[in-house]
């Protein structure tokens, strides 16, 4: 059985291996029991980053618990772009849509930063993990981004690791258009050579982030230190003004498909059809 004839997928932080039981807790519980109605026997995707994704059935399922037993390897782990989504809270509803779509496409950290103009100051990383997870299990990724606690703009700048490169969405025609950065960024392009400290192509995925603003924008004076960082490359994203949620969502599409795993054909596609 492939893991895309199982329809029902779970993340499981514990250690997978053949053979052994598994306990869900109440609340994954009811999910299967009372939401999917699913019953004893039933097939389950149950995977993590370390393990890779195995089949799984219920072996006991009741009010308020559930046993899977683990059978076979699905797929076996493998690598996943490093990259993170960094962004200035927004309000609920849209900050969830944030949470969801950075996990669709592929981020493994999602970091709120505070800025000058940011108007949420208080962020459910709790809700915002759930969402991630719920989202990992639904796009078939192995793995499920970090959250991370929001911080102020300045501390993070004073920490940030300076192997890791940022595309920065400025809002100034300063900026470079997305794609012509990352063109140039691509293997074989010319626009720029490795960030400081890194070892260039080859190996591990080179470590990346996107950074967005408030709706309000960043400060000019907040976009001027960012500018004067080696590591950070401003870019546009088009001439239309866009809302926070949508900038970040747009700039991780465009790095997915230029730098990530994005232009990847998935096993067993048809090759993508070209014009004669």
């Keep these: 059985m492939s893991s895309a004839a199982v329809a029902t997928r779970l993340y499981i932080a514990a250690d997978l291996s053949e053979g052994i039981e598994i306990g869900l807790d109440h609340a994954r519980a009811h999910y299967l029991r009372s939401v999917l109605r ?140 997305i794609a012509e950065v990352l063109a140039g960024l691509r293997p074989g392009g010319t626009c720029a050579g490795p960030a400081p400290g890194s070892e260039g192509s080859g190996g591990d995925p080179e470590p990346w982030a996107v950074m967005t603003g408030p709706e309000g924008g960043f400060a000019e004076t907040e976009l001027d230190a960012l500018r004067q960082l080696p590591f950070v490359i401003p870019v546009g994203l088009g001439p239309r003004l866009l809302r926070a949620d949508t900038a970040a969502i747009a700039a991780l599409a465009c790095w997915q498909a230029w730098l990530g795993d994005g232009w990847m054909r998935p096993p067993g596609r048809a090759e993508p059809f070209v014009a004669p």
């Design 38 to 177: 699913l019953e004893r026997g039933a097939a389950v995707a149950i995977f993590n980053e370390r393990d890779g994704e195995w089949l799984a059935r219920i072996a006991a399922l009741g009010r308020g618990f559930c046993a899977l037993a683990v059978e076979t390897r699905l797929r076996a782990p493998g690598p996943t772009p490093d990259l993170w989504l960094v962004f200035a809270p927004i309000k609920r509803a849209r900050i969830d849509f944030v949470a969801e779509k950075a996990t669709e496409l592929g981020c493994a950290v999602l970091q709120p930063v505070l800025t000058r103009y940011t108007a949420v100051s208080r962020v459910n990383c709790e809700r915002l993990a759930a969402n991630a997870r719920e989202a990992a299990e639904q796009c078939g990724r192995l793995s499920v981004p970090e959250v991370r606690a929001p911080v102020a703009l300045d501390a993070l700048i004073a920490h940030w690791p300076r192997e890791r490169r940022v595309l920065l969405c400025a809002e100034t025609g300063q900026a470079r258009p």
